[in-house]
């Protein structure tokens, strides 16, 4: 009943809210504060991040185990503010940690004249002590507590404006419906221990449906059928088990689930929701894979392909990734992300049009994160790929190197896909080309927003209905995207899974995937960073990647580096201009996403760390930032 209902009059809350034991990891914390002027509070920008470690700042994130401050910034919702009402949005700049509960404090908040503005009536009188009704005095003795935890962490209860608490998702709440349905397939494959990385069991179930040789480009160039860098190309069918209740695993499927209420002798009983699969139901995944030339006379390193928005398998013959597969002799393979990628450009509106169908959706993509994992597995199994004569080359020598496998995400693909690699048995290691996580915090700041901003305002048209919808089901959308995998992206990874390194590379300026939300990742998974991040002049920051560890000269951990395209100009030809420094789309100059990709030096650090000594190799020249084709030095 809290939730806001639609311009039909229908109501955005799902059961699947219910079914979390927390918020997200990454949720932005909201109140309306008439009047509240950020500058003259003082309150943490975007900008001066260190901020937030002052001991007089007013907005303040309490852990309530540790006490200590949590690393934040606040900024005004524009779109949802009206009159003197603001929207204060406050984000966490590192996820919070998972499991665990906090409090938010508001202290001495002013408004743009220097004026301290007054608490509520209901707060002030829980506040103060005084007598209210009976509604408030309810809430009294939890109060009491955050009053306590507050004082012992040194903030005055008498300069507070507001405070309340809440507390943050389990990483087994996020991660357990993918992780059961990736167990219970590889136990049934023959494989119980995918810890220990030894390829056991049978091959999952494929066809190869066909092989086409291409031929060596002639003096006229290379026409269809040609190629100087790719020797054939070969696709085929994956049979998956579906755990979707619907024949196949359509679109609007979602898992049906074994509800199971374990008893701790801890006190924290809690419900566990497992999928459970339809006997016999299977879902069809249609493969593409790309053999370079190089890899008919020397094994190749096998890397499995996540495309980017509305791409599809396809995308591999594109020249961009044409030439990574030939520059460093990669087998790459690809799978469409299910709701994600070709054929889905409908889907996404449709669901802001309705946030009930979110929970479907999100089901459907952890489906597709186990289609990833069977697919890297026929990369190394000796009955998958390697087995097939469409795999082998001089002499019948196969043309997989069958030591590892490797993933890369491309845009959407490594968004959504984080979360297919932190589950992954048979990946160590992957790259997240423009990188980043948590779609509330992406989507306000993401051309990607004018795709679905037309169905979002024609169902919810109150601005604040939807900054409150958009939050709420981060929780949600969290099971199906990076931002509820990051804190086991790190050194703690999801039961029975092998630790992951990732290579996050961002464009900046990135006008689909927001630079801002990737170096959050960052500091959620304890990456470090190339320095300098920015040259001189390219940051408005006080401190640039504050918290951010710098990268050593042999990083063998997971790594962010920012390319840049240069300042707007040329007319706006060439370029990219500085993000909003509020949750605003960046416009103008050219959007450096599909700059990436294109630039060798950027696949060429990727192929340097896909690889089983991979680390972070810096292919930019000292003590300047890294820079795209064509932005000179």
Same mark, same amino acid.
């Given at each position: 009943a809290?939730?806001p209902?639609?311009?039909?009059?229908a109501?955005?809350?799902?059961?699947?809210?219910?079914?979390?034991?927390?918020?997200?990891?990454?949720t932005?914390?909201m109140?309306?504060?008439?009047?509240?002027?950020?500058?003259?509070?003082?309150?943490?920008?975007?900008?001066d991040l260190?901020a937030a470690?002052?001991?007089?700042?007013?907005?303040?994130?309490?852990?309530?185990?540790t006490r200590?401050?949590?690393?934040?910034? +606040?900024?005004?919702?524009?779109?949802?503010?009206?009159?003197?009402d603001?929207?204060?949005?406050?984000r966490p700049?590192?996820n919070?940690?998972? %499991?665990?509960?906090?409090?938010?404090?508001?202290?001495n908040l002013?408004?743009?004249?220097?004026?301290?503005?007054?608490?509520?009536?209901?707060?002030?009188?829980?506040? =103060?002590g005084?007598?209210?009704?009976? +509604?408030?005095?309810?809430?009294?003795?939890?109060f009491?507590?955050?009053f306590?935890?507050l004082?012992?962490?040194?903030?005055?209860?008498?300069?507070?404006?507001?405070?309340?608490?809440f507390?943050? +998702?389990?990483d087994?709440?996020?991660?357990e419906?993918?992780?059961?349905?990736r167990?219970?397939?590889?136990?049934?494959? %023959?494989?119980?221990?995918?810890?220990?990385?030894?390829?056991?069991?049978?091959?999952?179930? @494929?066809?190869?449906?066909r092989?086409?040789?291409?031929?060596?480009c002639?003096?006229?160039?290379?026409q269809?059928?040609?190629?100087?860098?790719?020797?054939?190309?070969v696709?085929?069918?994956?049979?998956?088990?579906?755990f979707l209740?619907?024949?196949?695993?359509?679109?609007?499927?979602?898992?049906?689930?074994?509800?199971? @209420?374990?008893k701790?002798?801890?006190?924290?009983?809690?419900?566990?929701?497992?999928p459970?699969?339809?006997?016999?139901?299977?879902m069809?995944?249609?493969f593409?894979?790309?053999i370079?030339r190089?890899?008919?006379?020397?094994?190749?390193?096998?890397?499995?392909v996540?495309?980017?928005?509305?791409?599809?398998?396809?995308?591999l013959?594109?020249?961009?990734?044409?030439?990574l597969?030939a520059?460093?002799n990669?087998?790459?393979?690809?799978?469409?992300?299910?709701?994600w990628?070709?054929?889905?450009?409908?889907r996404?509106?449709?669901?802001?049009?309705?946030?009930?169908?979110?929970?479907?959706?999100?089901?459907?993509?952890?489906?597709?994160?186990?289609?990833?994992?069977?697919?890297?597995r026929?990369?190394?199994?000796?009955?998958? @790929?390697?087995?097939?004569a469409?795999?082998?080359?001089d002499?019948g020598? %196969?043309?997989?190197?069958?030591?590892?496998a490797?993933?890369? %995400?491309?845009?959407?693909?490594g968004?959504?896909g984080?979360g297919?690699?932190?589950?992954a048995?048979?990946?160590q290691r +992957?790259?997240?080309?423009?990188?980043?996580?948590?779609?509330?915090?992406?989507?306000?700041?993401s051309?990607?927003?004018?795709?679905?901003?037309?169905?979002?305002?024609?169902?919810?048209?109150?601005?604040?209905?939807?900054?409150l919808?958009?939050?709420?089901?981060?929780?949600?959308?969290?099971?199906?995207?990076?931002?509820?995998?990051?804190?086991?992206?790190?050194?703690?990874?999801?039961?029975?899974t092998p630790l992951?390194?990732v290579?996050m590379?961002?464009?900046?300026?990135?006008?689909r995937?927001?630079?801002?939300?990737?170096?959050?990742q960052?500091?959620?998974?304890?990456g470090v960073v190339?320095?300098?991040?920015?040259?001189?002049?390219? @940051?408005?920051?006080?401190?640039?990647?504050f918290?951010?560890i710098?990268?050593?000269?042999?990083?063998?951990?997971?790594?962010?580096t920012?390319?840049?395209?240069?300042?707007?100009?040329?007319?706006?030809?060439?370029?990219?201009?500085?993000?909003?420094l509020g949750?605003?789309?960046?416009?103008?100059?050219? =959007?450096?996403?599909?700059?990436?990709?294109a630039?060798p030096?950027?696949?060429r650090q990727?192929a340097?760390?896909?690889?089983?000594?991979?680390?972070?190799?810096?292919?930019?020249?000292?003590?300047r930032?890294?820079?795209?084709?064509?932005y000179a030095?």
């Open positions: 809290l939730l209902r639609s311009a039909r009059g109501s955005a809350f799902s059961s699947d809210l219910n079914n979390a034991d927390g918020f997200s990891p990454g932005p914390m109140t309306m504060v008439r009047g509240l002027d950020l500058k003259r509070t003082g309150a943490v920008p975007v900008t260190r470690r002052d001991r007089s700042q007013p907005v303040v994130v309490i852990d309530t185990v200590t401050r949590q690393l934040v910034w +606040a900024e005004i919702d524009g779109s949802a503010s009206r009159g003197r603001r929207l204060l949005v406050i700049a590192r919070l940690q998972t %499991g665990r509960r906090y409090i938010v404090a508001l202290r002013k408004t743009a004249s220097g004026a301290t503005i007054a608490p509520g009536a209901a707060f002030k009188a829980l506040r =103060d005084t007598k209210a009704g009976p +509604a408030v005095e309810a809430r009294r003795p939890a009491k507590k955050i306590r935890i004082g012992k962490a040194g903030i005055d209860r008498r300069s507070l404006y507001l405070a309340w608490d507390t943050v +998702a389990s087994r709440n996020l991660t419906r993918s992780v059961a349905i167990d219970n397939v590889f136990t049934n494959l %023959g494989d119980k221990n995918l810890v220990d990385r030894k390829v056991v069991g049978r091959a999952p179930a @494929f066809s190869v449906d092989v086409q040789e291409l031929a060596g002639g003096a006229d160039g290379c269809a059928g040609e190629s100087d860098q790719l020797a054939r190309v696709t085929g069918t994956l049979r998956a088990p579906c209740d619907a024949d196949g695993c359509p679109a609007g499927s979602k898992f049906r689930f074994k509800r199971t @209420f374990e701790s002798r801890f006190g924290n009983n809690r419900f566990t929701f497992v459970v699969r339809r006997k016999g139901n299977t069809s995944v249609a593409r894979c790309t370079p190089s890899a008919l006379g020397r094994p190749a390193r096998p890397v499995s996540m495309p980017d928005l509305y791409g599809s398998p396809d995308d013959l594109g020249p961009n990734l044409q030439a597969a520059e460093a990669l087998v790459l393979c690809a799978t469409a992300l299910p709701g990628s070709a054929g889905d450009e409908a996404l509106p449709e669901l802001f049009g309705d946030l009930r169908k979110v929970p479907a959706f999100v089901d459907r993509t952890q489906q597709g994160y186990l289609n990833q994992l069977l697919l890297q026929l990369l190394l199994h000796p009955a998958g @790929f390697p087995g097939q469409a795999f082998k080359g002499g020598r %196969g043309v997989i190197d069958t030591f590892s490797y993933a890369l %995400g491309l845009g959407t693909g968004v959504v984080g297919a690699v932190a589950i048995p048979d990946v +992957a790259a997240l080309v423009g990188a980043g996580m948590n779609l509330s915090l992406m989507l306000p700041r051309t990607d927003s004018d795709r679905i901003l037309p169905a979002f305002r024609a169902a919810y048209p109150k601005a604040l209905d939807r900054a919808l958009l939050a709420a089901y981060q929780s949600v959308w969290d099971r199906g995207e990076t931002n509820g995998y990051a804190s086991q992206l790190g050194q703690v990874p999801p039961p029975a992951h390194s290579l590379q961002v464009a900046f300026g990135d006008q995937m927001p630079p801002l939300s990737a170096e959050v960052a500091r959620t998974i304890e190339r320095e300098p991040a920015y040259d001189n002049g390219r @940051f408005v920051e006080k401190i640039p990647m918290e951010v710098p990268a050593g000269k042999l990083e063998l951990g997971s790594a962010l920012v390319w840049d395209s240069g300042p707007v100009r040329a007319g706006g030809a060439l370029g990219a201009p500085f993000a909003p949750p605003q789309v960046s416009r103008g100059g050219v =959007d450096p996403h599909g700059l990436l990709m630039d030096a950027v696949r990727q340097d760390f896909l690889q089983p000594d991979g680390k972070l190799v810096d292919p930019c020249p000292e003590n930032g890294c820079r795209l084709a064509p030095y």
